[in-house]
Structures are given as C-alpha cells and as structure tokens.
C-alpha cells in the first residue's frame, strides 16, 4: 500500500495546494500522531501525487475499451415522466457525454441536457442518437457572471418539472455505472441532496455582506459535521418541491439585483444551502450517505463517491476528461460496463 493509499485508509485526504503546501483534510480531526506520520512523509507524498497525475494526464481515456464487453447491459426500468437532466456548454461537453453513456448503459430513462452554447455537433449528434434530448431555457442569471452556467440551475430544474414528475439532476462532471431507482426512490419521498461526509471545507462558507440582505440560516458553517451541508451537484426533486426551487430561484435573482451573487459559495449551491436551512437531517437528504472522497490527485481533479447512490463527482478545476478527444463509444444500450476497479 502507498503512503497515499494509507493516508486515505485513515480517513484523510491529501493534496497539493497551489502554494506548493501539503493540504490534508478533515485537518481539525487529525491526531497528533496521524499528523506527524504526514509531516515527516511530505516529500514522499508529493512524488505519489505528482505520479498520479502524470498517469491520468497522459491517458488518452480514464474508461480504457477493455471494460465494455459484448453482452447486453441489465438495465432498470425508470417509470414515465421521470427524466435525467443536466446542462453544459462547449467547456464540460465530455463530462456529458460520459454522464449520458454511463446513465443510459444502466437506466433506461429519458436524458435531458440543457445546451448552453455545444459547438462540437459531432459529439452531440452522437449522444442525440442515444436518445439525448437538447434543450434551451430563458437564463435570468447574466451570463456575465463567473459560473453563470451552474447558477441558472434551478431554471433547468423548473423548466423539466414541466414535462416531469421526477427529476434527477446530475451535474455535468458527474458520472454513473449503476441503476438509479434508489436515487428515484428517495426523491419520490423528499428533496434529494447529498451531504459532503466527513469534507469540510471553509470556502463553502457564503460571504458576511449576503446576510445584510438575507436572513442567515439556523445552521451556521462550521457549527456541526459536514454531513449537514448540501453538494448541489447531485440532486432529486418532484413537482412537490417546487416551491422550494421557486426559492431559490429567487434568491438568486435578488443577490444579483443586489450585486452580492458572486460572494455566493460555489455559486448555486451557497444560495440553495442557505434556502434549506442547512437543515439536511431533515428531509433534505439521503441521511448518511458517508460521502467518500477517493481520489485527489496532485493538482488534478478530486473524486467523491457518493454511497449507495453509486454516483461520482471529479472536483476541482481539471477534470478527467478534459484532454479526451474523437470520442466515439459504442452505443450504451448494446454494450457491458464492466469496469470491476470502480465496483469494488
């Protein structure tokens, strides 16, 4: 086992920050003993991170051929006017086109994505012969904005309630190897949201000024676990939680009005986070979903997987497959994923 290897075994993650510093987090939950067992190994731990990106980074496809076989896939069934929806430009069209072909390989389902400016019509019209439907939506949230695309996500949602009676949203630099009938199974219940499990980072804090504004929430950042805080990447929802989404939306559109969104933490979320209270313990989330993060490569991407929702989430600036290029898969309703390394 590597030292990384053993680092993560012990419940931490550990990263490279731009400073050139060792990054470990949850630090605050750190023994003594565990702490000096990393200070006294930084160097080795650099050269392991700084390996691992060099093996993604020069990797044509984290997903190689050999894991689709000739067989069939075992697919579930969702029922009518239940849709799979996300939304993505030009920047995060690969992460799409992973997303799509890793849902519809394990659900048969209707996939919505949401085009915010696609220039390569060869990889769309390849997704659109999956069954990938495009769509357009009025965007409130000037596109003027850093991260404009992520914060008009709660129009996307609405405008899919629309034709739907559950939506599973599925942020673009997500992916999916099995069936979502657990994730739909919750959502018909409640809001579905996962946490950030034992993650606790500061920057999900929302700016002081917003509160000059809005009321804070009853929860404040750092006051309990991290398992209380939303990651909008993933989330459920039925026409029930509309007014829910109709919050948020508006406080979206008044912290522009009022020039405060971009002290938004993470953009959507911050402003989603603050309409639910933070209360995530209460109906607004698969309670103890033991969010893992299972990769943090030097410099490159993070990856959480959440639980049993089987769904992972590449953070971070770089993504997997960011330098992916002449994508053609076969179709995924006539091959296996059988990638075990990801099923263990």
């Known amino acids: 086992m590597s030292i990384v290897q053993k680092i993560r075994s012990m419940g931490y993650e550990v990263r490279v920050k731009e400073n050139g510093n060792l990054g470990v987090s949850p630090w605050s939950s750190c023994t003594n003993e565990d702490r000096e067992f990393i200070r006294s190994r930084k160097a080795e731990i650099k050269r392991e991170l700084q390996n691992e990106e060099s093996k993604i980074v020069s ?20 029922p009518d006017r239940c849709t799979v929806v996300t939304a993505t430009d030009e920047n995060f069209v690969n992460g799409v086109y992973l997303l799509a072909w890793t849902v519809l390989n394990a659900n048969n389902t209707r996939f919505v994505c949401y085009d915010l400016g696609i220039k390569n019509a060869r990889i769309k019209h390849q997704m659109q012969k999956w069954g990938v439907e495009f769509k357009s939506v009025d ?51 409640s809001f579905f949201i996962p946490d950030h499990g034992r993650h606790c980072p500061q920057f999900n804090k929302n700016d002081q000024e917003i509160y000059d504004i809005v009321s804070p929430p009853k929860i404040k950042w750092g006051e309990r676990a991290a398992n209380h805080w939303p990651c909008a990447g993933i989330i459920g929802c039925s026409k029930k939680d509309l007014a829910t989404i109709q919050e948020w939306k508006e406080r979206l559109v008044l912290l522009q009005d009022k020039d405060l969104i971009e002290r938004l933490s993470y953009f959507d979320q911050g ?51 960011a330098n992916w290029n002449n994508l053609s898969w076969p179709y995924p309703t006539e091959v296996r994923w059988s990638n075990d390394s990801n099923k263990k």
């Open 139 to 189: 965007l409130p949230i000037s596109v003027d904005y850093n991260g404009w695309q992520t914060l008009n996500k709660p129009w996307y949602i609405d405008d899919a309630l629309n034709y739907s009676d559950y939506v599973l949203w599925l942020d673009a630099d997500t992916w999916y190897y099995k069936h979502l009938d657990k994730m739909l199974e919750i959502t018909k219940d």
């Open 271 to 321: 402003a989603l986070q603050d309409v639910i209270d933070c209360d995530l313990q209460n109906g607004f989330v698969w309670n103890n979903l033991n969010a893992l993060r299972t990769a943090s490569p030097y410099g490159v991407f993070r990856q959480s997987f959440y639980g049993f929702s089987n769904i992972y989430h590449a953070g971070g600036e770089r993504k997997p497959w």
């Open 59 to 78: 990797s044509p496809s984290v997903f190689p051929y050999e894991f689709f076989q000739e067989r069939k896939p075992e697919r579930f069934n969702m």
